[in-house]
């Protein structure tokens, strides 16, 4: 069976008893500046599970897209993606262990016909806190599940909350124990290596988590667990783990899914292993690529923070591991995104609409990470081999973005090893050292002070008054954002720019930098700074006495801008080198967005490809 099929059978079953289906949540949740991606099913629904009434009512079916950044690392045995998507059923204080498993036995062995002999169960064995599940023990009894088949684990196998174990869960955070089913492949044998004796939860391959059903009625307290107010159901299961036991294939990566973009990556490679004698690259780049699609349909940009960090991440390593297939060029993306996104076209239409601007976030990203080992190559080639080391591969890192996996390769080419715990120990450094120095130092609405920032900081001050010089004096800044890639620029304006408007306002930032202007830093009174034009963004309350910024020649008459800002910026205009505004949003109501970066010299590439207006 189809994941497709999967996930309209189960749709479908559930609703003959009386769920609503509910549209799944955005992968990138809108309002929630807490969290990154959405992680399970049940995210969405935490405040109906602790309580608060749904409007859909008391038994609720989805299919919900997911993403667990902290399984990026487990990305190459059989089984672990980073992106799933999640088939849940919820009972709000409705039906519970005596529907529910019966319910999901039902859909497995009737609906997708699964082999009763392959499936195993594994309950919560209790705790001081919370009774062994015995009552669930009798439910399985009666649906014929032999007791030998029955597995009992702890909390670190049984219980289930975002946050792990109760002891792990944070006051407010909801969980239960769980009641798990397992399919066993028989196809696969049982390593050693794993422990002597195979079960359910062994790591081997051999068993496949395929439904964890949550009894989801406690909350932690500072007292310890206390008893929700009403027993919920809140069911996740993995729907390309579902599909693989349905195809009776021990390996994920071989279903539909992923398959054609496996077998393409096979043709496309230029050296390497064959899938067969070491699928991790391949795992790693369909598993990471697909992920991507979703991300960047989501709106997320490759940057060095928060989603963008993640986004660039995978990004970066599914091409390293393209790499290790011999592939420099772009020939293992261009086939490979479509394949990977073409099975989602149909039940997410916004994967449908999106596939040009995916492309080319995943491709400028690409295309960025080259010129970074471009120049992390050349300094290698520099180097004398006596002084490549760990510290030397860190050094890269830090310096170029260059990936120590990279740094590796082309050591061994030298005859040279490097240690990867070593080099571990240096990156766990500077984390500490930046972690210290980060504390307190995000001013200005300045994400970091590095030099590509503060070009950038000054170069919006230089769009913001030419925005009033180019487009009138009614343009007024509404926010801001700056990172070491590109600036964010919002204001009112009441018309989408036109592209010859954008050139206008480009050109004129750009001559005010071929100027070589001074930026002049002065503490000025601040009705008198406001009375001279300063311009002060009126959602800030200042002081009485402000930090104006002034770029011209002559600060007395015919400076180009003056704005009231903490800093810091560069000294001169000529020092951000030149600007280049690569996108406009609309953002509605009279609001308009520009995107503007430091041009490296490539700025024929990005006009082409990417349009200035959208
Ligand atoms: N909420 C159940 C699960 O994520 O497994």
Redesign the pocket.
Same mark, same amino acid.
């Given at each position: 069976m189809t994941a497709s099929t999967i996930r309209q059978k189960y749709l479908a079953f559930f609703k003959a008893k009386d769920h609503q289906i509910i549209p799944p949540a955005p992968l990138v949740p809108a309002d929630d500046p807490t969290t990154l991606f959405t992680n399970?099913? $049940?995210q969405p629904l935490v405040p109906y599970l602790k309580g608060q009434i749904h409007p859909m009512g008391r038994r609720l079916v989805d299919s919900q897209p997911c993403f667990r950044a902290e399984d990026i690392d487990e990305v190459g045995d059989n089984r672990h993606t980073t992106f799933f998507e $999640?088939l849940?059923n919820w009972s709000l204080g409705d039906y519970f262990k005596q529907d529910q498993l019966p319910w999901f036995w039902e859909f497995l062995t009737h609906e997708l016909k699964l082999p009763k002999a392959r499936l195993y169960i594994s309950l919560f064995k209790g705790s001081s806190q919370v009774p062994r599940d015995q009552e669930s023990l009798k439910v399985w009894k009666k649906l014929g599940v032999p007791e030998n088949k029955i597995y009992w684990y702890e909390a670190k196998k049984n219980w289930?909350s975002r946050a792990g174990t109760p002891e792990e869960m944070p006051e407010g955070e909801i969980g239960g124990p769980?009641s798990e089913v397992f399919f066993e492949f028989d196809s696969v044998d049982h390593n050693t290596k794993y422990g002597k004796a195979c079960h359910p939860n062994c790591d081997c391959g051999r068993f496949l988590e395929i439904g964890?059903t949550?009894f989801m009625e406690y909350e932690k307290t500072k007292q310890g667990l206390k008893k929700l107010p009403a027993q919920n159901v809140?069911?996740?299961g993995g729907l390309e783990r579902l599909t693989a036991a349905s195809q009776n294939q021990p390996d994920i990566f071989q279903i539909e899914l992923f398959s054609e973009a496996v077998k393409n990556l096979e043709v496309v490679k230029k050296s390497g292993p064959a899938y067969n004698q070491d699928p991790l690259p391949y795992r790693v780049i369909v598993d990471h690529l697909r992920a991507a699609v979703f991300m960047a349909a989501g709106g997320v940009e490759p940057s060095n923070k928060d989603r963008g960090y993640i986004l660039r991440r995978l990004i970066r390593r599914s091409m390293v591991q393209a790499r290790k297939l011999g592939m420099e060029q772009d020939e293992w993306l261009s086939n490979t995104l479509p394949l990977l996104a073409s099975p989602y076209t149909k039940t997410y239409p916004l994967i449908d609409k999106k596939i040009p601007e995916i492309n080319q976030t995943i491709t400028q990203e690409i295309d960025k990470f080259r010129q970074t080992i471009t120049r992390g190559l050349k300094e290698f080639n520099k180097t004398s081999p006596n002084q490549i080391n760990e510290r030397f591969a860190f050094k890269s890192l830090a310096t170029y973005g260059m990936p120590f996996e990279i740094t590796q390769e082309l050591a061994q080419q030298r005859g040279i090893k490097l240690d990867k715990g070593v080099f571990d120990e240096y990156v766990k450094k500077h984390q500490d050292l930046s972690r210290t120095v980060s504390t307190g130092m995000f001013k200005g609405g300045l994400a970091d002070h590095s030099e590509a920032t503060t070009k950038l900081h000054t170069a919006t001050h230089l769009l913001h008054a030419a925005l009033k010089k180019v487009l009138g004096d009614h343009v007024r800044q509404e926010g801001s954002h700056i990172t070491a890639e590109r600036l964010r620029f919002d204001f009112a304006h009441p018309r989408v720019l036109a592209d010859e408007e954008i050139k206008k306002v480009e050109d004129l930032v750009n001559q005010k930098i071929t100027e070589d202007l001074p930026v002049k830093k002065t503490i000025e009174a601040k009705n008198q700074a406001l009375k001279s034009g300063a311009m002060a963004f009126f959602k800030e309350t200042y002081p009485d006495k402000v930090t104006v910024y002034t770029v011209g020649r002559d600060l007395n008459q015919g400076w180009f801008s003056k704005e009231f800002c903490g800093g810091p910026h560069v000294t001169s205009t000529g020092k951000i080198g030149s600007v280049r505004i690569y996108k406009q949003k609309n953002l509605g109501a009279g609001l308009r967005r520009l995107y503007a970066r430091l041009n490296h010299g490539n700025h024929q590439s990005i006009d082409q490809n990417q349009g200035r207006t959208q």
């Open positions: 399970s099913g $049940m $999640m849940g289930w769980t964890n949550v809140d069911f996740g």
